[in-house]
Structures are given as structure tokens and as C-alpha cells.
């Protein structure tokens, strides 16, 4: 059976290179960052290559980036330690009501603790209004994390403009970027940022790997306590042989970011050309003009997204209907909802993301299969376009 891979945001392959280079850390080169003989020295040696490889490709300097256990951990320590930090400050903080699940329990979290948040409306298209953050603004706001690019229809919000009113208003600026991090180009020195999540497996780096960027000059409470590693803002020993498998992912995708994006555009344009002009009753979900190179988050009317990744996996192929860390959740998308999208429809969607390794043989084979199972579920769907929903 062919095997066909559509579903890059959730995680994405390690890279024979990256591979390669994590190998020797786990046999050889296994020293302790922290140790001060050869062995230990030459770990840490690897361990600075790998900031200096992350930093470089969001235009930072290595002493700005702390290395994480995953996204997730990164956006907590963002969230809870400004919190912390600022207290005495104010209480109020300004999220979306479009991000991940990381974001927003953890604003359940600090709202249960005293916290304000405000959740922001956005566009149709999944777009946050400058004036909508604007608005939103108190005197106890001391906080504003807005995601870089949406993980489930992929829109990629005005970060720039973002970030200058929250520095107009001297106030911090938090982003997710987990799915924009080698997706777009990335400079925090131009765009204003503050702090910015990161995650290794989302750039063909390994899973157990993420980073914070912070700011020169920012520092926020320690996440975890203990010893002084990470220059003693987040303790616990180095996760070296993933470390340097990010790090060298990092660098690959700086290297190939320009081709990366032509590749994946291409072909998630060509994938939603096609499904949109060959099969009736669908529609995407998202931003066309700014979204995620390989993102396409899709609706088909009158069927179940689950029945449509089922069939598809018995084909062979990987989809998913939305966050892979949602997917075992029977909810509608809280990003759907969001974008206005009637609950009905929602449970129609499948969100397909390529990557480096998609060719247009498998967005013909996925099209084609496509086109078999929505058939045969529209047949047996008790809903249909002459019923109406």
C-alpha cells in the first residue's frame, strides 16, 4: 500500500542529517553539560553550537535562547512567568481565542489564581485587527501573547503590528511560534518581540525539544528549579543528543527556508485547486494570503472529518481533523468556532499539511482517494445538499 504523510504540523520526520548528528551524543560524546572534565566540556561545547544554530535562525543572540522540554513548557514558562514577575504590576493578561491548548489552560490556570484575560475575537479569516488588541488594553495589562501562525488553518497574524502596540504600551509581547518556526521567516529583533516559544519536531528536529527566545534584559522566574543549567533559568541536565539534533535542524532550515516555502506553497496550492474544483460542497477554512506554506484546512459538507481520516488511513494516508493535541477530543474546534463556522460544518473539516517530503504523485493519490470517500460517505450521510443542514 502507498503510504502518504499529510500532516506536517502535528509532528514532522527527523532528517537523515539530524539524525546523524544527534547519533555520536548518545554513544560517544555523552558527557554531562554541567561536568567540568574533557568529556563534560565537550558537551557543553555542542550544547552552545546548538543556541548559537537556533538563534541564528530567528535573527537572536545565542544567549537569548533557553532550551525547553517542548513547546507547551515553553509557552507556560512565558505565561505563569510573567504572571509572577509582574504582579505587583497588574493582573491582566490579552490572549486569542484561536491558541493552542498550551495558551489557553494555561489561562484557565492563572484565571482560577487571580488573573484577568481577555480572549480576542478574530476575523473570518482567523486574523487578529490591531484595533481589536488596542481596544482590549487596561492599565493592569501586563501581558499580550498572540500566536504566529495558527496551528489548525494555518493563518499568519500581524505580528509586527502586534508587538508595536504592545510596546507603545510597554507592555510585554509573547508569541507562539511553533508552527511558524522554519514555516516563515522569522526576525525578533525587527518584529518587537519579547518572548517566543519553539519546537524541535515541527522542523524535522526530534520531539522532546523545545525553546524559549527571551529578550535581553528580561528575567522571568525560573520554570523548573534545581541546578543552574540553562545560565540558571531553567534547571534540570540537557536533553544534549535532542538538543543538538534542534540545532542542526535549525540550521538546515535556515539554509533551505526560501525553497522550503516555494515547495510546500506549490503544492498546498495544487491540493486545494484541485479538492476544491473536483469535489463539490467544500470550502477552506483560513487566510489564503497569509497562511501557512503547507497548511490547508478544509471543510466537506454533509460528512464527518473522522470518517473522511479513516477511510483515508486505510488507504494510507495521514490526515488529521484539527491539533493533534486535541484529536482525541469529540469538541468542535474552538478555532472554527472562532472563525464562525457553523458546528455542523466543523465536524466536516480536515486539516491536510505538507512538508519536505510531499510530492505531487501524493497530492494526486490523496486527491483521487479523496474523491472515492467523500462519494461513499455522502451516499450514506442521512444529510445532503437537497435536505439542507
Keep these: 500500500m502507498r503510504k502518504v504523510y499529510l500532516d506536517y504540523s502535528a509532528t514532522t520526520p527527523v532528517k537523515d542529517e539530524v539524525l546523524q548528528e544527534m547519533i555520536p551524543y548518545f554513544t560517544q560524546n555523552f558527557g554531562n553539560p554541567s561536568s567540568l572534565y574533557t568529556l563534560g566540556l ?27 522540554g517542548c513547546g507547551s513548557e515553553a509557552d507556560n514558562w512565558a505565561l505563569t512567568g510573567v504572571a509572577n514577575a509582574l504582579k505587583d504590576k497588574g493582573n491582566h493578561i490579552i490572549t486569542t481565542k484561536i491558541e493552542h491548548h498550551a495558551m489557553l ?20 479569516d482567523g486574523t487578529v485587527r490591531p484595533e481589536t488588541l488596542e481596544a482590549a488594553i487596561t492599565d493592569k495589562t501586563i501581558l499580550i501573547s498572540v500566536m504566529f501562525v495558527n496551528n489548525e488553518v494555518g493563518t499568519i497574524e500581524p505580528i509586527k503590528e502586534l508587538a508595536a502596540i504592545a510596546k507603545k504600551h510597554k507592555i510585554l509581547f509573547h508569541t507562539d511560534a511553533v508552527q511558524a518556526l522554519a514555516n516563515v521567516p522569522i526576525d525578533v529583533k525587527d518584529l518587537g518581540i519579547d518572548l517566543m516559544s519553539m519546537s524541535a519536531h515541527k522542523i524535522y528536529g526530534p520531539k522532546g525539544v523545545g525553546a524559549m527566545f527571551m529578550r535581553k534584559g528580561l528575567r522571568l522566574p525560573s520554570f523548573i528549579h534545581g541546578g543552574a543549567q540553562e545560565m540558571g533559568r531553567r534547571a534540570g541536565t540537557e536533553n544534549l543528543a535532542g538538543i543538538v539534533g534542534f540545532g542542526k ?50 471543510t466537506f459538507k454533509y460528512i464527518e472529518g473522522e470518517s473522511i481520516l479513516l477511510l483515508l488511513d486505510y488507504k494510507g494516508i495521514s490526515v488529521s481533523t484539527g491539533s493533534a493535541c486535541s484529536s482525541k477530543s469529540l469538541k468542535p474546534s474552538h478555532v472554527l468556532e472562532a472563525l464562525g463556522v457553523p458546528v455542523e460544518m466543523i465536524h466536516g473539516t480536515v486539516r491536510f499539511t505538507v512538508g519536505d517530503f510531499t510530492t505531487k504523485e501524493d497530492i494526486d493519490y490523496v486527491v483521487d482517494s479523496l474523491k472515492e470517500v467523500v462519494e461513499k460517505l455522502r451516499q450514506l450521510s442521512p444529510v445532503n445538499e437537497e435536505k439542507g443542514w
Design 249 to 298: 535542524a535549525a540550521e538546515m532550515a535556515r539554509e533551505n527556508l526560501e525553497n522550503h516555502i516555494k515547495h510546500c506553497s506549490e503544492l498546498r496550492n495544487y491540493l486545494v485547486e484541485r479538492v476544491t474544483s473536483e469535489i463539490p460542497d467544500t470550502f477552506v477554512n483560513g487566510s489564503m494570503e497569509h497562511r501557512h506554506p503547507g497548511n490547508a484546512n478544509i
Design 105 to 124: 489552560h494555561t489561562c484557565e490556570f492563572l484565571e482560577k489564581n487571580g488573573y484577568e484575560v481577555t480572549y480576542l475575537d478574530v476575523e473570518a
Design 42 to 68: 565537550e558537551a557543553k561545547a555542542a550544547l552552545d553550537k546548538a543556541r548559537e544554530q537556533v538563534a541564528g535562525l530567528i535573527n537572536a543572540d545565542a544567549k537569548e535562547v533557553f532550551f525547553t
